[in-house]
């Protein structure tokens, strides 16, 4: 495979991984946001988690975390991808007192997990020519994402009729 098109599946995989995964999270997770803010249970969560300067911040530690993973599947260490996971979660650890913060939490991760992986999946099997393999994964999670970001939206949506 000439050199031009590596470089171009590369670029490929990394601009799917961070910054369109990035683009559609950052909806995603700010419309959960939206969502937190509308419940009865609000005055729980702590005024610091949603303030528009720690959802602002979301973003681009999501872009190093998307290139992290990302970078661990191309150089062929998955091992640093538990690190990075045990290092967050310990790092918030107590911070959790309102499910809907420790759930949003956790649907941000899954998908950072998800797209810096299939990101780095995505050039592998690109490269070894398997792209049936490729295209069908990546598109998969595109479509995962976008359904989940309606689900989300419409739940928001209702809370924002009941108030």
Do not use: C
């Not at 419940?39 to 190093?64: H, M």
Request: no cysteine; aromatic share 18%; hydrophobic share 55%.
């Amino acid at each position: 495979m000439p050199l031009f098109q590596k470089l171009l599946i590369i670029s490929f995989g990394f601009f799917y991984a961070v910054i369109l995964g990035q683009y559609l999270i950052s909806k995603l997770i700010f419309r959960s946001w939206d969502g937190l803010l509308l419940e009865a249970s609000v005055d729980k969560i702590e005024d610091k988690q949603l303030s528009k300067w720690s959802r602002w911040t979301n973003s681009p530690l999501g872009w190093v975390e998307k290139a992290l993973f990302f970078s661990a599947i191309i150089v062929d260490v998955p091992e640093f991808i538990v690190f990075w996971l045990a290092m967050k979660v310990a790092a918030r650890w107590g911070a959790w007192e309102h499910r809907g913060v420790f759930n949003t939490f956790l649907i941000g991760t899954g998908l950072s997990l998800g797209w810096g992986v299939l990101g780095g999946k995505f050039v592998s099997w690109s490269l070894n020519k398997e792209y049936l393999k490729a295209i069908s994964w990546t598109s998969s999670l595109l479509l995962f994402t976008l359904f989940l970001w309606f689900y989300i939206h419409r739940a928001v949506v209702t809370l924002e009729k009941n108030h």
